[in-house]
């Protein structure tokens, strides 16, 4: 036996998480200039960062000899007043998934199990396995979540379930009545994770109101990010709302300081840019029908999505899917194939600036007439 034979079985197992191809590496591939390159395959803001947030963060590089403040205070309080919630009901993490895999920390152990969706963002299972619990996906339904199949699912088990919504990749939108209907009929000794990551991007009529649901479930945490429409996503910070009890069980296993300085000033700076999240979303909006309005003219088929991004189906054979994606590559643009998320057929696209999202539709018709 040598040494890595001694870690437990479930972690040997795990495939690592993959992400978005980086620009740099592409560069490297195949000879490119990394100026000419888009990415649009992580989600990410076109628009960069909220120019406050972004100065804001350059005072602080002067500080960074010190510890951050490992409770997040000024962060918190804005939150708080922010979303009408206490401080004590937070829990800050080094971007959402942190929040995530402090929840599976907390409530999982080898034997229990964790509830998500077929098709659902890949972090769950990750933090899942990473326990040595047992993830049990439930299918989806027309790509979405199956919530009352979801809630069949549960067993004497089961401790979290994870909800996204929207959900990436799929952009899929659960309705504000069924998660409300879900909420009433889930076992109150389950933790129900509603992973709001996209939620700035929904219209106004489509939000739900999660955060008053705090009140009434003392079960459901709510997750949300700095790293999308706030554009913050290298700087990681993402932060959690439960009830206190939750919260505070969370915030004992969180490493003292998981959020940086730099993170924590940019957070704070980002959430009182309301102009900037405002020029993000309107944007999102035009560049998604901008890909769909196309989309239809050319007859591909698209999961309508809530989010910013969009996964579309490529014809035939799922070999054919993969040739798309490598002759985007090689014409520098960047999406993100969906074979580990049992998607094989599609690709997804993140929206971006009107010209980046003009390039990847040219390169897109490029790709798919060398299919014939
Ligand atoms: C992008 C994304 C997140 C956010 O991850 P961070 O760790 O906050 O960057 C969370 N959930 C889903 C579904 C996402 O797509």
Redesign the pocket.
């Given at each position: 036996m040598n040494l890595c034979d001694f870690a437990p079985e479930y972690i040997r197992a795990i495939q690592p998480y993959q992400p978005g191809k980086p620009i740099s590496e592409l560069a490297r591939e195949f000879g490119l200039d990394e100026s000419h390159i888009v990415k649009l395959a992580s989600?990410e803001n076109p628009l960069g960062t909220s120019p406050l947030a972004l100065d804001a963060m350059m005072s602080a590089l002067h500080d960074t000899a010190l510890y951050p403040d490992g409770s997040g205070y000024e962060l918190k309080s804005a939150l708080s007043k922010r979303y009408d919630v206490d401080p004590g009901q937070i829990i800050l993490?080094n971007?959402?998934?942190?929040v995530?895999d402090l929840a599976a920390r907390v409530f999982l152990k080898p034997g229990a199990a964790a509830v998500y969706s077929q098709h659902a963002?890949a972090?769950y299972p990750l933090v899942v396995q990473m326990i040595g619990a047992n993830g049990i996906a439930v299918p989806a339904r027309d790509y979405g979540h199956d919530l009352p199949a979801m809630l069949d699912a549960i067993t004497p088990e089961t401790r979290i379930v994870f909800i996204?919504s929207p959900?990436?990749p799929t952009g899929t939108l659960s309705s504000k009545e069924d998660l409300l209907r879900f909420m009433e009929r889930v076992s109150r000794d389950v933790l129900v994770v509603m992973?709001e990551?996209?939620y700035e991007y929904l219209p106004e009529v489509n939000k739900p109101d999660s955060l008053k649901w705090l009140q009434q479930f003392p079960n459901l945490l709510i997750?949300r990010?700095?790293?999308?429409v706030y554009g913050l996503?290298g700087v990681?910070v993402?932060f959690g709302l439960a009830h206190p009890d939750v919260a505070n069980l969370m915030n004992r296993v969180r490493q003292p300081f998981n959020v940086s300085s730099i993170g924590l000033v940019g957070a704070l700076t980002a959430l009182k840019d309301a102009e900037f999240v405002q020029r993000s979303y309107a944007l999102n909006r035009a560049g998604m029908l901008q890909l769909t309005d196309n989309f239809r003219k050319k007859g591909i088929d698209y999961i309508p999505s809530y989010g910013n991004f969009i996964s579309f189906r490529v014809k035939g054979e799922t070999a054919n899917t993969l040739k798309v994606y490598q002759s985007l590559l090689r014409q520098g643009v960047i999406v993100r194939p969906l074979g580990i998320y049992e998607m094989p057929h599609h690709l997804r696209v993140t929206i971006g600036l009107e010209a980046q999202n003009q390039r990847f539709l040219e390169s897109l018709d490029h790709a798919l007439s060398g299919l014939d």
């Open positions: 989600n993490g971007g959402s998934n942190d995530l963002f972090v996204a959900n990436n992973d990551a996209y997750t990010t700095f790293s999308k996503a990681r993402g």
